[in-house]
């Protein structure tokens, strides 16, 4: 029986010594564990989450006040968010050593599996991986849906539908910011006015215009359009259709030996337009006219709208000539 007890001895003692012997040698040495840098991370993504999140829904709500601002904040803060549990996570998580030879090119399978066994033995202090994994998932998926937001707002395969809808209709009142309304005798041959529709919201694409007034006899109009320019005024949509920048230049007064004539001109790209001739382009890279609204003057002195522009309000896209504008 003793000599049973000892041969089992020695076999136990050789296979714990194998186990030993199988085990690899650490390279990096293994972190202490740290439970508060780890909640420091998951707090930092779950923020950036939320952050992101909330920007989809600022995005989706019109009638927020200062949206801009807000969408522009919310984003960035989630950017931030996820910026500081990057460095959290390698300042506090990943286990760091500094060694004096490079790191060999991993052309042998032997230093290849060197390189491994370092990155995974770098991330000893994590302990609880899933967590920082769901965490970062919600992080990443909530970044991915605000960063597609505002290409599905165009609706289901590019719904350009919205872009054709003004809200001129006519009859409808121009009034300046205040929504006061223009009278045909506030309106100088010096200067042009931004006018919008009275009670419509200003910040449609098709909303707002810019109102001159010419001499009558200047003007060189299709012939459609010829009861459009009441007592020689005219307006025109104030997004210029080169790349969609506001027009907010008037050329006037002239320089005769480059500037024989007045025209609106859109200061981002100097897309030049013709107000006496349509709104035609003579200078820049717009590829159309501005689009023309009909006016009239009621009983009372007031500028209305006569109907709808001429042609469809922004920047050229495809097929931007098959059709019209829609009140």
């Known amino acids: 029986m003793r000599r049973l007890a000892t041969l089992l001895a020695i076999l136990l003692g050789v296979f714990r010594r194998r186990k030993r012997t199988e085990e690899p040698r650490r390279i990096v040495p293994a972190g202490t564990p740290s439970r508060g840098a780890e909640n420091a991370v998951v707090a930092l993504l779950v923020c950036a989450a939320i952050l992101a999140a909330a920007f989809t829904v600022v995005y989706a709500i019109d009638d927020v006040a200062h949206q801009t601002q807000l969408l522009g904040l919310a984003l960035g803060l989630s950017f931030a968010c996820v910026a500081a549990a990057l460095i959290v996570l390698a300042k506090r998580l990943v286990v760091s050593e500094e060694i004096e ?7 042998h399978p032997e230093e290849q599996e060197e390189l491994e066994q370092v ?19 919600a992080a990443g998926t909530a970044i991915g849906v605000a960063a597609v937001t505002p290409a599905l707002s165009l609706g289901p395969i590019l719904d350009t539908d919205p872009l054709y809808e003004t809200p001129w209709r006519r009859g409808r009142r121009l009034v300046d910011t205040s929504g006061l ?12 006015y931004t006018a919008f529709p ?8 098709g909303s707002p215009v810019v109102v001159v007034r010419l001499d009558p006899s200047a003007l060189r109009l299709p012939p459609e359009r010829a009861r459009w320019a009441p007592q020689g005024i005219l307006a025109f949509s104030k997004v210029c259709t080169h790349a969609g920048c506001a027009i907010a230049l ?4 002239l320089f005769p030996p480059t500037s024989p004539r007045p025209a609106l001109v859109c200061p981002c790209h100097y897309s030049t337009f013709d107000p006496a001739r349509g709104g035609e382009v003579i200078f820049g890279p717009a590829g159309r006219p501005l689009p023309q609204l009909p006016l009239e003057v009621d009983g009372s002195g007031e500028l209305r709208a006569g109907g709808n522009y001429s042609g469809p309000v922004g920047p050229s896209w495809t ?3 098959g059709e019209g504008p829609r009140s």
């Open 119 to 137: 990155v995974r033995e770098s991330g000893s202090r994590i302990t609880r991986k899933r967590l920082l994994l769901a965490a970062g998932g």
């Open 319 to 321: 097929g931007v000539r």
């Open 250 to 253: 008037y050329r006037k007064p």
């Open 181 to 192: 309304p223009y009278r045909a005798e506030d309106v100088s041959p010096d200067t042009f």
């Open 101 to 107: 030879e490079g790191y060999p090119d991993p052309e």
């Open 198 to 205: 009275e009670g419509a919201e200003k910040d449609e694409i």
